[in-house]
Nanobody, 116 residues
């Protein structure tokens, strides 16, 4: 059974940092492109950051460039999202996604709230 489990969300003040983790099980994680998405209340889910199978290539949404960093550890079946200089508009549920060919898996999400 494939599972993606996110953790690390919480409440943080503007300008603060959080590190999200996504633990994958039941799949050969190194064969999957991994990414983070987020969904704010009343809005559609949007792409945040993605990484290639090896982690050598990454891409980011313009809104998070220079503040967020995606990384992965295939030996541990983990993908991370380091979020710095957080803003209130980063408040959302953050989801981990794994894709390989026509296989797509999502985690259940972790809430990030940026507020003073």
């Amino acid at each position: 059974q494939v599972q993606l489990v996110e953790s690390g969300g919480g409440l943080v003040q503007p300008g603060g940092s959080l590190r999200l983790s996504c633990a994958a099980s039941g799949l050969s994680f190194s064969n999957y492109f991994a990414s983070w998405y987020r969904q704010a209340p009343g809005k559609e889910r949007e792409f945040v950051a993605g990484t290639s199978w090896s982690g050598a290539n990454t891409n980011y949404a313009d809104s998070v460039k220079g503040r967020f960093t995606i990384s992965r550890d295939n030996a541990k079946n983990m993908v991370y999202l380091q979020m710095n200089n957080l803003k209130p508009e980063d408040t959302a549920v953050y989801y981990c996604k794994a894709v390989s060919s026509d296989l797509i898996y999502w985690g259940q999400g972790t809430q990030v709230t940026v507020s003073s």
